[in-house]
């Protein structure tokens, strides 16, 4: 066989190795165990490390290697606030996750070493900085070192507060003057828990604020806390570069195919020239999702320009514009029904909608067509239509009739509206006291405040709206002047203890004056009982009535209820409920039914 050079002197060298080996092995059984070993030629002993000395660990020098690795167990000790000792728990991550179980002491170790590493974070960011944690670890005897005790033992000592908070400018900003200097200037209180979520709140503050007055570009240039260990306060300094101050350019529309941009611009909360607010861009982008004509809308900064304009870019994507819809329905009051209705949201180009809408049941057929116009004459008011055909069968009348009314809707807040406009009633109708005819002009006045949190499933806020129409004209052929008002009210109340408990309360009141009840249509007298009034009695059955058990109507109406309800699931849940009404032929309620 060949052999290479240097071939021979690697052999020899592990020749003398092995002989080695064999005289240590040798030593050490003659001498039994008196002799611990040796070193092989050409070989260093790797000397071992100051934690695998430690006389902390079992003497007994346990095996160090197992294939399941070591048992071990840890806890939390000292007096601790609730909060801390849950956040300690939150960022426990030893014997937790998929890592292997420590094979050695002094792999636990380490591994403990880091946990508490991680516990003097938490202690850090809550504000304690004079807070130790000491790790105490000791091996049950019994098992021959094979399960390890783990004591985190936390101190936290007393909180720190913050004693100042200071803004500094580096770029010294022309009106820097006019700028916050310290946190009282953005609402943050004194003496603070020094957490360090709340410097990172006291940053967040400052750049919302510069963002809101002309400063969009500003950035932290720096942040520095000193703790000043014998006070047991902190003292933070923010560094802010301005940059230049801004003003809203020029806007370019994306996106748009058959609206017209002029009624997108309708909605700008800002105009060129102003100085930039994100808050009025933010309103903006509110006010455009607003309207239902788009599926996404962004509103973004682009390069400013040498003279101080900060160009816009507004992106939106617009959603079908049309929609149509139908279902059955079925109800104690009204039997089997159904309704359909087509709409459309952009009818002209500018935001126009027009709803058309049939609701069918055994008691009554109601095909109605209502219009819209936003931004009408004014960037906060509407212009509204309304046209309705309806046939009532009801067991208290029979009526036929035609309703047309235009009017204004103003938005007077974010929670008021009020309406103004003006109708006409023609209708024949006919119940106990015979068959009529009306021909009616009216002036429907409102009022509506609406914060509730929803429009649907409201769980808190209220709701209120208030109506008034002075009418005029004929009934059964006699001139009749009178005024029909109505309030309607509800309260909504969830306590944060108990999320699926809601209380709903609601009232409603309304009178009519000027005219005697006989000489009223039907359809504008006021009724009671039935859903969405008191349940529990018949539709319209409370108040006054003919001999033959039929309703008459009233002049006026009074109801109040209230009910607790209980949310089971997102399809189930239950309401127990209270409710009183009554319904007179009189302009003043006097007696309450229950």
Known sequence: MARFPGMAAREQGRGKRAAALLICLLGWTLSSGILSGCAMLGMDEKPKTAEENEDSWNSSSPSWETEKGLAFSQKISGNL??????????????GKGNAPPPVTLSQLRRRARDQQTRYEEVLRSQ???????????????TTNGRAVKIDFQIDAGKRFHVRSFAIRYTDNPPDAATLPDDALKLGMGKNAPAQSARFLKFTQLELKYMAEHGYPQARMANRRIVVDLSQQTADATLDIEAGPRLVFGDVRIEGLTDIDADYVRSYFAFKKGDIYDRRQADATVKALRGTALFDTVS?????????????????????????????????????????????????LGAGESLRLSL??????????????????????????????????????YDEKHILVSGGIERQLSDIWTANAGLSYLKSTFSDDLGNGSADLFGLPLGL?????????????????????????????????????????GSYYLTLPAFPKFTLANRFRLGSIIGSENERLPPSLRFYSGGGGSVRGYGYQKIGPLFANDEATGGDSVVEVGTELRYRMSRLWGWSPFSKAATSMTNSRPRSTRT
């Open 81 to 94: 606030p609730a909060d801390l000792d849950g956040l300690m728990q939150e960022v426990t991550t030893l």
């Open 127 to 141: 504000g304690y900085y004079n807070g130790t944690v000491t790790t105490v670890l000791t091996t049950d005897k």
């Open 299 to 347: 509103l973004t900064s682009l390069n400013p320009q040498n003279d101080g304009l900060l160009p816009q870019r507004l992106a939106v994507q617009q959603r079908v514009p049309r929609s149509i819809g139908a279902g059955l329905y079925w109800s104690t009051d009204n039997g089997a029904g159904a309704k359909a209705f087509w709409e459309h949201r952009n009818l």
């Open 359 to 396: 609701d069918t049941s055994k008691i009554q057929q109601i095909a109605s067509a209502n219009f819209r116009k936003p931004h009408y004459l004014g960037d906060n008011q509407s212009l509204i239509g309304t046209i309705e055909f309806a046939d009532e069968n009801t067991d208290a």
């Open 448 to 488: 509506g405040m609406n914060t509730s949190n929803d429009l649907l499933d409201p769980t808190t806020g209220a709701r209120l709206a208030i109506t008034g129409t002075p009418y005029t004209g004929k009934v059964s052929r006699t001139f009749s002047h009178f005024i029909r008002a109505e309030g309607i």
